[in-house]
Structures are given as C-alpha cells and as structure tokens.
C-alpha cells in the first residue's frame, strides 16, 4: 500500500475527490476510507465498467482521479481503460490503474493511455512469496520527478535484497504468466460444470461481462478465480478448510495456488461498506502446479 499512497499524496491535495471501484481491494478501500479521510481526500465507489455511471459521477463534482483495478480484487471485473481515458480526459481527471492482477506481461495500461500504473510488486511480478513491495510507473516525466521528491522525503523505497528478488522475479514473469493463465482457465471452466458452485467469476469465460472487453486488451486472462458456493458462507469457508494443494492464505500471485474467503480475510476491512463482498465467495490464486492435480484438489475440497 506504500506505493498507492505516495502516488495519491503526490498527486492530490485537501479536498481532492477520487472515484474508485465499486469492488476494490479491501486495502485500497482501508486506504482511502481510513488514512486518506484525515487529509482530507473523499473518494466515491462507482461502478467503473458502468460508462454510464462514471460520466455521471464525474459530472456531478470535480474529480481528481479515478482509480482502477482491471480486474478487480476480488470479484474479477473489467473495466474498458480506453473507454476511461477519454472520460477523464473530458473531465480533467487523471487515470490510474491498479495493474497488480494482470501485471504488464498481460497488460500494459500506459500503452492504453492511462496516467499511471501501481503494481504490488510482492504478487506476480515477484512471483515467489518472498518479498514485499510495490511501484509506480508513469507517463509524464513531471509527474515522475514530483513522486521520485515525495518518496526520497518519505523513505518509502525497497531494500537492495528486495529490489534484487524483484528483477529475479521479472525474468520469469512470462513463463508463469502464460501457465497461471491455463492453469486458472481449467480451473474456470471445472467450476463452471461443478453443482456445487453457483457461479463463477473468471475474465476467461465467455459468459463472464467483461469478456470481450478483456480479450481486447489482455493478452490472457490471468491467473485469479473466484467462485461462490451453494449453501452460503459457512460451505465457503469450509471448502477453504478442505484444500491440501492449495494453501489457506490472503496473498497471491506466487507460483504456489492459494485459496481464501475474502470475507473474512483480505476484504474483512469492506464489512458493512458498500464495498463488502458476498459471503460465499472464495478467491483462488492459481499457481503454476499440474492442472490435474489443482483440479482433483477442488473436486474433493466441494460438497458432493
């Protein structure tokens, strides 16, 4: 979160106005509702695929930014970023795009026209569980050299290991990147078939919303899954329970498959916000393992 909040207090100021997804991150949404209340920043969950909805929102009151994870955490939405550019464009609003689920190997949101990018360096980029951090990256050099001033005056920078762990991490991001992406879409699709699930949200899937849209600007669809179980949030947490492939914990991206109830984990700060997920949802990271066993996994770990 570091990384997120040098951007935002670089870029806005006491009584700035930012919109962010109407499903974010529950550390984004801690961020803003906690920490960035007491300077003074408001912000305003919208639903950012909703084109319709984010013209209104930034019509009714100037915005500074508006902030975008595509997809979202965890409830895998998509959001249009060239649709968005022009809409912030026309409002004066910059853009910035949580790229942690797809990470640039998949999507590349400053090619698209985005202001900035944040990444979670500690999820796919480094990609081995083992270290902790995050970036920025962004177009206009002004605005580069202002959040190189905070950070300095700040100290929110990596230690030389961990910057190290991170370049070892990139080098392989392509590899995993595509076998995250297979693996999550067997994942997917076994779900999909499977009676005790009654739904599944997955980019990758035809019949997911944001498909097509996805399929425009990714160049795959990722490795996050997310899924609901019939018989509500105690069959959920109780399949989190069953898993011995995948291991019970909140992070993501690593190479190893990682299954949480974001209710009562990641997401346990949204709990009576707007921003508060379904109680029967859990969230896969799938990692690089053999399909086949991944899926043996979760056929055993769900109700028959």
């Not at 939405?77 to 912030?88: E, G, R, Y």
Request: a neutral charge; glycine letters at 10%.
């Amino acid at each position: 979160m570091a990384a997120e909040d040098c951007l935002l207090r670089t870029v806005c100021a006491p009584g700035d106005h930012v919109l962010i997804p109407h499903d974010a991150y529950g550390g984004t949404y801690r961020l803003f509702d906690k920490v960035l209340s007491r300077w003074q920043v408001s912000y305003r969950p919208v639903h950012l695929a909703d084109s319709r909805a984010v013209r209104v929102a930034l019509a009714e009151r100037p915005v500074r930014a508006v902030w975008v994870e595509t997809p979202t955490n965890p409830l895998l939405s998509i959001v249009d970023i060239t649709a968005l550019v022009q809409a912030c464009r026309e409002a004066g609003a910059l853009l910035v795009v949580d790229n942690t689920f797809a990470s640039p190997y998949l999507q590349n949101p400053l090619a698209l026209g985005a202001d900035a990018v944040v990444h979670s360096t500690t999820k796919y980029l480094g990609g081995h569980s083992d270290v902790v951090g995050g970036a920025v990256v962004v177009a206009d050099p002004a605005l580069g050299e202002r959040l190189a001033f905070q950070q300095n005056a700040t100290g929110g920078v990596a230690a030389p290991f961990d910057a190290w762990l991170t370049l070892r991490g990139i080098r392989t991001l392509a590899v995993r990147m595509d076998r995250h992406s297979r693996n999550a879409s067997r994942v997917a699709e076994m779900l999909a078939r499977h009676p005790a699930v009654s739904g599944v949200l997955y980019p990758g899937l035809p019949g997911h919303p944001g498909h097509e849209v996805a399929a425009k600007q990714m160049r795959g669809f990722g490795g996050m899954v997310a899924f609901r179980v019939r018989g509500g949030e105690d069959a959920a947490v109780a399949v989190c329970g069953r898993t011995r492939v995948f291991t019970l914990g909140e992070s993501l991206g690593g190479v190893e498959s990682l299954i949480e109830h974001p209710a009562r984990m990641t997401h346990a700060s949204a709990t009576g916000s707007p921003l508060e997920v379904p109680g029967d949802l859990v969230r896969l990271s799938v990692g690089i393992e053999t399909a086949d066993d991944l899926l043996e996994d979760l056929r055993q770990a769900l109700p028959s």
